[in-house]
Nanobody
Framework: QVQLVESGGGLVQAGGSLRLSCAASERTFNYAMGWFRQAPGKEREFVAAIGRNEANRIYADSVKGRFAISRDNAKNTVYLEMNSLKPEDTAVYYC???????????????????WGQGTQVTVSS
């Protein structure tokens, strides 16, 4: 059972940048990886995903052009680079892994069976 641990969250000013990391306890090439977030009082929201094929990347409209997901299978790590951060990006960010082969399922949290504990991102105005 692979375990995921997020890191890199913190407090930043609007317009700033952060890079989140998701470290896995073992090799991750068997999985597509996703990032989700949940703000206080809101439902869990898809942010970005990257397939087993690293060229297969998708983003939520709310972060497209600002965030970038990447993976380094040799390091068993997935990254989320966040730029031009806005107060509405404030949330707990979760990393997740899925064994699904269907790209269309990446945006659905129900597709993911393995989750990290989350890392807090707070963007001040």
């Amino acid at each position: 059972q692979v375990q995921l641990v997020e890191s890199g969250g913190g407090l930043v000013q609007a317009g700033g940048s952060l890079r989140l990391s998701c470290a896995a306890s073992e090799r991750t090439f068997n999985y597509a990886m996703g990032w989700f977030r949940q703000a206080p009082g809101k439902e869990r929201e898809f942010v970005a995903a990257i397939g087993r094929n690293e060229a297969n990347r998708i983003y939520a409209d709310s972060v497209k052009g600002r965030f970038a997901i990447s993976r380094d299978n040799a390091k068993n790590t997935v990254y989320l680079e966040m730029n031009s951060l806005k107060p509405e990006d404030t949330a707990v960010y979760y990393c997740a892994a899925t064994s699904t082969l269907a790209t269309s399922r990446y945006i659905d949290y129900r597709s993911y069976g393995i989750w990290g504990q989350g890392t807090q991102v707070t963007v001040s105005s």
